[in-house]
């Protein structure tokens, strides 16, 4: 009795390997989507004050974190786990206008501003400037290490930006047990920061 075609002892060992493969492969991305949709969303979104940008959802409003205030302060919001991991999210106005034009004319000055105010909160700016661009504006990083109660340093990033006459302020801080996740969040509400 010979078998007919298609059933399974026609099949060649290679058939069956492909098959194996494919099945196998479709049960490892349906566990994966599993577990995704079991964690929930990996990030929400903030929307407030003509901005918004994506951050981890694990992070809740902390109104009770300190952050020294400069300037013309317009909006002021803090996310993260606890005071000492946060970030601030603010908009300041300025006197004057800078933008993609003016902002390599001025970039010194910038600098030198931001280098004082850390200064004078007791923070250092810890290594190099880097020169990027949010949601499309031109915008400066900053590697800080900032004073913490108990006389510890804490880690953190300034990133600020310009559009016109307002200036946007990501600053995030953290201690060295939060140092990879606050790296991520940050890098996420920097890749996302968006003017509506």
């Known amino acids: 009795m010979t078998a007919q075609a298609g059933t399974p002892a026609n099949r060649s060992p290679r058939r069956r390997t492909i098959l194996l493969a494919l099945v196998g492969g479709l049960a490892l991305v349906t566990a994966a989507v ?71 004319q001025l970039r010194p000055e910038i600098e030198d501003s931001i280098r004082q105010l850390v200064t ?3 923070g250092m700016v810890a290594g190099a400037l880097t020169r990027l661009t949010v949601g499309g504006m031109p915008a400066l990083r900053f590697d800080l290490a900032v004073p913490a109660s108990g006389g510890s340093r804490l880690r953190g990033t300034l990133v600020v930006a310009f559009a016109g006459t307002t200036e946007y302020w990501i600053l995030c801080r953290h201690d060295e047990a939060h140092g990879d996740e606050f790296r991520e969040g940050c890098d996420l509400i920097v890749r996302t920061f968006r003017t509506t």
Request: net charge negative.
């Open 34 to 104: 599993a577990v995704a949709v079991l964690r929930g969303p990996t990030d929400r979104t903030f929307s407030a004050h003509g901005i918004t940008f994506r951050y981890p959802a694990s992070w809740t409003p902390i109104p009770q974190a300190t952050f020294s205030s400069v300037g013309n302060e317009l909006t002021r919001d803090i996310l993260g786990r606890d005071p000492s991991n946060a970030v601030l999210i603010a908009t300041y106005r300025l006197n004057s206008s800078i933008t993609d034009q003016t902002f390599e």
């Open 120 to 122: 004078d909160g007791g």
